[in-house]
């Protein structure tokens, strides 16, 4: 079974645009979180989504926001882009919203914004 | 809010020595998970082991153990026979069993390198 998937690899942005960056999770997965990767730090939570509707929100301004569509694929969206907004993008899935569900996670979108 | 510490920014090995990760955390919870990931070089985050709060037994997968002491809020990584495959950046993961959304809260981070 293929993994979780992420598109695209690389992007780069100028400040002040809006980028989308898409998620598939495992098959059969339902929840899907977004995490934020700094260069040198850990991963930080965004977002989660389970059957549609938000279930977790990090602290993140509103210029970021997420979906969920049937299939249980995701985006994250993040509109006036800041040079700080420059990181690895990490989408996680797992099967339920159960605390001991382990997250898999996928490649990342490296974003840079210039 | 819970917070997580990894206070060793990088770690060195010997190929088929043993190595100990440390992770501390902060919470005012008694329920909750913990959660040793793995980021190699190519960026996709793997799951190493996991711990649940309520097991006293400390986890082990292979050469992965950890030892897990609740009162101390204490989480080490024990790697043993180190592998050249093992280099990576390690993060130290928490998870509330109490609070809605599934959110991980990561450590900074520890870097382990393995030496031939």
């Known amino acids: 079974d293929a993994g979780v998937t992420q598109s695209p690899t690389h992007l780069i942005k100028t400040r002040g645009q809006q980028v989308t960056l898409r998620c598939s999770p495992i098959s059969g997965h339902k929840s899907v979180s977004w995490y934020q990767q700094v260069l040198g730090q850990g991963p930080q939570f965004i977002f989660q989504y389970y059957e549609k509707e938000e279930r977790g929100r990090g602290n993140f301004p509103d210029r970021f926001s997420a979906r969920q569509f049937p299939n249980y694929s995701s985006e994250l969206n993040v509109n006036a882009l800041l040079l700080g907004d420059s990181a690895l993008y990490l989408c996680?899935?797992?099967?339920?919203?159960?605390?001991?569900?382990?997250?898999?996670f996928g490649p990342g979108t490296r974003l840079l914004v210039l | 809010a819970q917070t997580v510490t990894q206070s060793q920014p990088e770690m060195s090995v010997q190929e088929a020595e043993t190595v100990t990760l440390s992770c501390t955390y902060d919470?005012?919870?008694?329920?909750?998970?913990l959660f040793w990931y793995k980021q190699p070089p190519s960026r996709q985050m793997i799951l190493v082991i996991r711990q649940e709060a309520y097991k006293q037994q400390n986890a082990t997968e292979n050469r992965f153990s950890v030892n897990f002491q609740k009162a101390a809020k204490s989480f080490s990584l024990k790697i043993s026979d180190s592998q050249l495959g093992d280099a990576a950046m390690y993060f130290c993961?928490?998870?509330?069993?109490?609070?809605?959304?599934?959110?991980?809260?990561f450590g900074a981070g520890t870097i382990l390198r393995v030496k031939s």
């Open positions: 996680a899935s797992s099967g339920e919203d159960i605390p001991g569900e382990t997250q898999y």
């Open positions: 919470t005012s919870e008694s329920d909750y998970y």
């Open positions: 993961a928490y998870r509330s069993a109490m609070e809605y959304g599934n959110k991980l809260v």
